[in-house]
Structures are given as structure tokens and as C-alpha cells.
């Protein structure tokens, strides 16, 4: 076989794997999901929830104070079941501190909280203004905010 022939074949074969993926990706809703084995030798889906996302969370559940003032700010114009949306993720400048990113909906006003030191989080935000100004890796929304400023990670 020649050398052009070999090279179309292997593009090929790249395609259909790409294809799968994707077709797997579409049915599965694009969630990530593991499989994990049961005693019966069956494969057992678990959802993934990546951990230093969900400790990020857990650190601004258990160690903030002025959570329940964050949320009552970032749900306050919203009437029936308000909630806040949330990004948890970590500082460009600082990768070892949680960002947590709150948006409200109805007034399209979002603050950023930076992590302290340890389990620390600020009274004032990092940064306030409109949900319009913050930057696209902050916006995909992979949590919510209760009235009480718990954050749940989706």
C-alpha cells in the first residue's frame, strides 16, 4: 500500500472515532459520566463532579460567613423561586484560589469572590459590575446559589 494511501487510511479511521465520540457525547447529554464495576461484574454509570470544583463549594458553604448576604443581594429583584447563577472555578492569577463568580438574572449584575487564605472567603467581592463585562471562562454556569448562599454544583 502506498504512502498517500496509508495516510487516507488513517484519517479515516481519526473521522469515524471522532464520530463515535461525538454520537456517544449527543446521547449521553454531554455529561460526563464514569463507569464503575459493581460485585455482579456489570459496569455501573456514576456521575463525575470534578473535586476541586465540588471542594471549591464546599469550602464557600462551610467557611463564609457572609454567604447569606451574597445571596440575598444576587436574588433580591428576582419574585418566585429565586436562585443565583454560579461559576465555580479557580483565579487566572492565583490557580490555587477558588473564583466564585454570582450572577443574578434579573439584573444582570454579577460579583466575583476570590478564596482567602485557607478556607477564608472576603466580605467584599473581588470585582462587581455587569454580567455582560465578565469574561467567557467565567460564564459557562455550573452551579446555583440557595436563598440561604449555599452553592450546589450541577
Known sequence: MSVRKKVASIALCVVIAGA?????AAQSGGERVSASGSEDG?????????????ACANSWNN????KASVASISTAAQAEN???Y??????????DRCLITVGDPSTMYA???????????PILPAWTGSVNDLADSNLPWNAKMAKDGTIIVL
Open 86 to 95: 454560579v461559576h465555580v472555578g479557580f483565579s487566572s492569577v492565583f490557580p
Open 42 to 54: 456489570k459496569a455501573d454509570g456514576v456521575d463525575s463532579v470534578d473535586e476541586s470544583l465540588q
Open 111 to 121: 460579583q466575583q469572590y476570590l478564596q482567602g487564605g485557607g478556607t477564608d472567603w
Open 20 to 24: 463515535v465520540g461525538g454520537v456517544i
Open 63 to 66: 467557611g463564609n460567613a457572609n
Open 82 to 84: 429565586p436562585t443565583a
